[in-house]
């Protein structure tokens, strides 16, 4: 198994440094340049990212995606932690429930965004038509979702209900928590029954055993789901595209880094700046991972090790 | 692992179960209200997605249609008496060559007489004449006419229910004339009933070109599915077991870059394919598969190095090949694990929509996530019903195939969890 080895992951080390590596260093060459499809690729030192810096835009681009990665990610978590807790009561009927909290996670999102756009028209939508009855009673507006390029709150000068498009866009992916919530549920059946055992000599309640027990058990897993989360999280582009028409709108409310780099890629041919944004979006990737890492290794618990 | 109930704890407690089976229930409830929705509306005639409030149940109006009970849309009610007439020749016009001639037609009945009798008078069953104002002008011309029935006001004009009014081959056929069969129907005939529309399926999925683009999607799922599972098999393997210099970085290496974003790299990829002359082909979305994927290869090489490792060493002493050891050992060993990535490769493959938008320009060759977006785009999202029945069917298929391997899916899921 000496040389051999070496052949069983040739293809992937190709594959490694073609498909990942060369497009992966040839973006941060290129982010120093100034390139169109039609002209080479010219240096142009820093200027694509001192313009990045400057371009209000890009700057909304960012702090959206980062507010979209929390809005997606904490509740998303929450969730699936409540559903993973209630499956494990051991209730009857544990497989059906299983199957239908996964299953939005396998509408195709083309699919799932047009459902939403549809179900979050202000109008017509079938949200709103469930909200309406019960905000009339108090004489407050609905939220007109996706046309409102405000953020989350309450307006109580004008008796209206706020929650804009990149919440929208956020409560969509809340849709497909079920994948989360399955994978603590298969955490949770593998917590050592002694410790329960244990728990219940020391007479904690349920909520200790949850804090002190389980959270701990399930903490890696957490972890993992944070930062593969946040690397998802930050990769949107079919969603916003979709829901939005391509625009990102209303006025940049959905507009994140991966459209603003696919349209400067491949509409405003501006291929340098476009990596130039790409590397900024993994710089942050890296740089959260990281700090998630850090966190983790003081808060995880990693059993038997 | 996963599946494994004897592990369970905590003493069944009643109130604990109802409060759980309350929150499941709801919880279950708003996850499956927006599917529930999507397969209703695609059920509905068009009118209904419209209505606010909405309504939940498909409800059509019926109407007896040659005889027999059958959908219909409501097109308008009559206001004054009209005759149903068939057109004859007008007054300069040849046979074969007539304006409307042969075409049932509504006419009020101020504009029909019979023959030998005057305009608005009674109109009996029989040849009779009408005047029509054909286009602009001023003045109507004279035609002549088969009087069929006249009509009460407070009738309704209904046609036969069609999904799809914009089948422009069947609009264009009939020169923008009588393209839907259509009658009149006295309003206690009509009836709002429950009645599912099946119909809306098979035009919204022959409108949006469904076939060719499944076969365009199943060919990129199955050929990247095929490369990805067994090349990232072959590298788990290689990084599982084999003792070669660098193995470590190679290993770490291949963590990192499942942090690259694909904005990071989509650029040069791009240029890559359009120099490879691949751009509009289905090349860019399945050839990178055969070179193994990172994830894929984390996960099977988790997987692998918790067999047993005797089972290794027995048949590498019976003189096995490393080849050897991986297709009869690991292979057969590690078939839950493989469908898993399998499975997985052909989910992500078939949702995928960025790729497809950036390598994919003609119509013949979109896939389905291609070909939904462009169908609903274009419809300016009006026909919502026929929109949600070809999302429906999009997405039916990973249902299926979740619900038939169900436990590989709940394993594969579970096992995504390993320790990072």
Redesign the interface.
Known sequence: ??A??????T??????C???????A??LY?SFTDYSVLKPATPAGLANYTELAGDPIFRRALGNTVMYSLLALVPGIL?AL??AK??????TGT??????????H???????S??????LNA??G?LN?LL?PVLDVIGWRAPSFLQDERFLGLDFQNKEVIFGALPSLALMSL?GC??MA??Y???L?????DL??AAELDGAG?WAVFWNIELPQLS??I??NI?MGI?GT??I??EP??LT?GTGGPNYATYL??MF??QH??EYQR?GY??A???I??GL??LL?LVAFRIGQRRVY?AGE | ??G??S????K??LG??VT??L??LL??GA?????V??VL?ALKPVEQ??????EWVPRVWTAPLKGVRAPVDRIRKLEEPEALVVAGLGEDEKPGQGLFEGRRMLVKTADVKPNGGAWGGPLPPGPGQMRWRVGIEREPRTFACEIVAVYEPGSWLVREYVPDLRQTAKAAGAGGAETFYWEVVPENELERVAKPLWQNVPAALGKMNFWSMLLNTLWVCILGMIGTTF??A??A???A????PG?GM?FA??LA??????????????Q?YRDLGWIGTFKPLWV?C???A?FN?FLLRQFFLGLPKDLLDAARIDGC???EI?WHVVVPLSRPALAMVALFHF?FS??D??GPL?YLNDKSQFT???G??AF??QQG?TP?HL??AA??V??LP??IL??CA?KT??RG??M??I??
């Open positions: 198994m000496k051999r080895a070496w052949l069983f992951v293809p992937w080390i190709v594959g490694l073609v498909f990942t590596l060369y497009p992966f040839a973006s290129y969730v409540g559903l209630a499956l494990n009561t051991k209730v497989s059906f429930y299983r199957s239908a909290i996964y299953i939005p396998l509408v195709p999102t083309v699919a799932s047009i459902l939403w756009m549809w179900m109008d017509t079938l038509a309406r849709w079920g994948q399955i994978i549920l298969a955490k059946q593998d917590v050592p029954q329960y055992e349920a890696p897993m972890l993992f930062v690397i930050f990769q582009f079919a595209y979709i028409g880094v991966p780099i696919y890629a491949f291929m476009a990596c944004a790409a590397w979006l993994f990737i890296a991972t990693y | 692992m996963a494994d109930t592990t369970m704890r905590a069944p407690n604990r179960q759980a089976h929150f499941l919880v279950t996850f499956m209200m927006p599917l929705w999507m509306t997605t419209m209505k606010t409030p909405p090349v990232s072959l590298a393997y290689g990084l077991f084999g003792r070669f193995r190679l290496l291949t870059t499942m942090m690259v974003p694909f904005p990071a790299t989509m650029v040069p990829l791009f890559l990178h055969w070179f193994g990172a290869i090949s490393e080849l991986f989910l078939w949702k929509f960025m950036l389905l996530s291609l939904l977006h609903q785009s999202g919502w929109v949600m999302s429906a999009f997405s990973l249902i979740f619900l169900m899916f709940i899921i579970a995504t969890g320790k990072g």
